[in-house]
């Protein structure tokens, strides 16, 4: 007996809680022009920050409440939970109105306000109503009917125009081979990239490049990490420089390629919310080494939308700008889910071309988009971006940056109006292994013969060898000799009768050596080029012109990407890349000079150095043996 009371005194006071805790919400809701949406439906939803699941004293209260109809006035009056009665804090209502035909639709942002006995919601909801039909959806009167055609595709005449009007279209002539489309040029010159993406819930970050066209060619790392991660912050290898403006959760990086080796970037992350976004951007090269010139934060935090803000930089004219936006807790936002960008642009009409969209909804949700503009018009620049619509939806612990290239590719497409013209090779696609396109032509070259055809239309050619050639050779195919070469002497060919043409072999002796060890550390600022060495050398007094082969090997410390360079103060020769591992790297290269020397000329050879980052020559080796950094110069006839 005693539980059954203790039961009933249970219900009874969670009855009451709840009726203390609903408040009277009345609205009569009118779209802009203040037409009434009678005998209207709805519902109302409960929002909780985190998509929570709302709660009165633990006990878990409907998401969802319908609305019991609109009368003839466009008024409720119905009973809901008082926000300030639910055990999570923030929570709020979204109401969705729909007129009495159900063709016009609208939902409000999260409204906070329903609270206390009573509240009257007419102004805030009614603010978000679309318009309804004038009259109920009854027409006007038609007076006249015109029609301006469609230049250059046809031209219109409209008969009786003002009872019953009759309209008929007439094909304009064009000339043949044309057709209506969009300046040339926006197929493939669209974009000149290749782009991979990679999601995961768990350490580490991992994401490999497509294939480089070019040694040199720029790569671009964006990844981003739920917003509840821990430490350690992503961090790939030293190849990869990282921006200034990186922080725990949103981070880029870049670098050049080494060869057409695909790139590769992997680091650990903490083992707290795992999950992570990341795009990997190749971006071709116009024939230069590209270089990333400025980056800059334009928006940080959460946003629906900015307009006109500025960077930290000037743009120079005809680079490229390479914009990101991202997104570390996309549960945050409102839908609660990731939100697509509508438009981004800037204030001198550069026209920005998306080159990838990556969404992760694992833990609090990860997105990004990146995009770019080429060719772009330079000078005092300011962005503005909006986000996909939703009401009461913002981009959540998100981040806008731009970037600034200098060497790439056309990104952006021509633009302007379609016209009627021909067809022309831009309009075609590149080929590819499972669709058609267009090709470049291919000269005729004496003894060579196409081997392949790549994704840029491109045919390879090579001259055949042996083993291309099918069958075996017979003696009576090859030529006959009747004599061999003997003693010091080499064949240089065959004569009409097929004999061999014997030559003496050429000697070389060295006239003048020179060793010289690096003489103390030279360090080398980033981006500067640098001389760390030189040596000066005297051609002999007679017997020439004389050529030099050079031979260096240094030793360094630090850097990121360089090269070494020999010279001779008027022609340069002998490049060699470096990419240090460990902080540790090395230059060395034997050459032949590119040009010869006359007698008792004094010559001084150089070794030159540039890196994209802070490095030091070293006199000797840091690694296992000490061994002296130094420059060799042979001269010969």
């Avoid at 020439?544 to 082969?549: D, K, L, Y």
Wanted: hydrophobic share 40%; with cysteine.
């Amino acid at each position: 007996m005693k539980r059954v009371l203790v039961a009933i005194l249970m219900v009874l006071s969670g009855a009451a809680a709840s009726r203390a805790q609903q408040t009277v919400v009345t609205a009569t809701i009118t779209d802009p022009r203040g037409t009434l949406y009678q005998f209207g439906t709805g519902f109302a939803t409960l929002v909780c920050p985190g998509n929570q699941q709302p709660t009165i004293r633990g006990s878990p209260v409907p998401r969802t409440v319908t609305i019991s109809g609109l009368d003839g006035f466009g008024t409720f009056v119905q009973k809901f939970f008082d926000v300030n009665g639910i055990d999570q804090i923030g929570c709020g209502y979204r109401f969705a109105i729909t007129d009495q035909t159900t063709v016009f639709s609208f939902s409000t942002a999260v409204l906070f306000t329903v609270t206390g006995a009573s509240v009257n919601l007419s102004t805030q909801i009614s603010a978000f109503a679309v318009l309804l039909p004038i009259n109920g959806g009854t027409g006007g009167t038609v007076t006249s009917v015109s029609n301006g055609g469609f230049a250059p595709l046809f031209t219109t005449n409209v008969a009786t125009p003002t009872t019953t009007p009759a309209i008929t279209y007439t094909a304009i002539s064009q000339s043949a081979n044309t057709f209506y489309a969009g300046p040339s040029g926006t197929a493939t010159d669209l974009l000149d990239i290749a782009v991979t993406t990679a999601t995961g819930t768990a350490s580490p970050i991992s994401i490999t490049s497509g294939t480089p066209v070019h040694s040199g060619d720029a790569a671009l790392l964006f990844t981003v990490r739920d917003g509840g991660g821990n430490a350690p912050n992503f961090t790939p290898d030293v190849s990869w420089t990282a921006s200034v403006n990186n922080n725990a959760t949103q981070e880029w990086f870049y670098k050049n390629v080494s060869g057409v080796t695909p790139a590769t970037a992997s680091g650990a992350i903490g083992t707290t919310s795992p999950n992570w976004s990341a795009a990997l951007v190749l971006l071709t090269s116009n024939g230069s080494a590209p270089v990333v010139t400025h980056d800059s934060v334009i928006q940080s935090g959460a946003w629906s939308s900015f307009t006109n803000l500025a960077i930290g930089f000037t743009p120079t004219a005809g680079r490229t700008l390479v914009a990101v936006i991202m997104s570390g807790q996309t549960s945050l936002s409102g839908l609660p889910g990731p939100l697509p960008v509508a438009t981004f642009t800037d204030s001198v009409g550069d026209v920005f071309v998306p080159l990838t969209y990556v969404v992760n909804n694992a833990g609090q949700g990860t997105q990004l988009t990146v995009l770019a503009a080429t060719n772009i018009v330079g000078g005092a620049t300011t962005f503005s971006n909006t986000i996909a619509a939703c009401s009461g939806c913002a981009l959540a612990n998100g981040i806008a940056a731009v970037f600034e290239v200098t060497n790439l590719a056309p990104i952006t497409p021509t633009f302007g109006p379609m016209t009627v013209r021909q067809i022309v090779g831009r309009d075609l696609p590149y080929p590819s292994p499972v669709s058609l396109g267009g090709v470049f032509t291919q000269p005729a070259i004496a003894n060579r013969f196409l081997t392949s055809l790549n994704t840029t239309g491109k045919f390879g050619i090579v001259q055949p060898a042996f083993t291309d050639l099918g069958g075996v050779a017979t003696g009576a195919q090859l030529p006959a000799t009747t004599s061999n070469c003997t003693g010091n002497t080499f064949a240089q060919g065959l004569n009409a009768g097929f004999t061999p043409i014997c030559t003496a072999a050429a000697t070389t002796t060295v006239q003048v050596f020179t060793n010289q060890n690096l003489a103390g550390d030279v360090a080398v600022s980033a981006n500067t080029l640098t001389t760390i060495d030189s040596v000066a050398v005297t051609m002999p007094a007679s017997g020439g012109p004389w050529r030099a082969q050079v031979t260096y090997n240094y030793f360094f410390s630090g850097g990121v990407n360089g090269e070494c360079t020999l010279s001779d103060g008027t022609t340069s020769w002998a490049q060699m890349e470096m990419q240090p591992l460990n902080n540790i790297g090395s230059c060395q290269d034997t050459a032949w000079s590119k040009t010869t020397y006359a007698n008792g000329a004094v010559v001084t050879f150089t070794v030159n150095v540039w890196d994209t980052g802070a490095t030091t020559a070293k006199a000797t080796s840091n690694f296992h043996t000490a061994v002296a950094s130094y420059i060799q110069v042979a001269i010969v006839k």
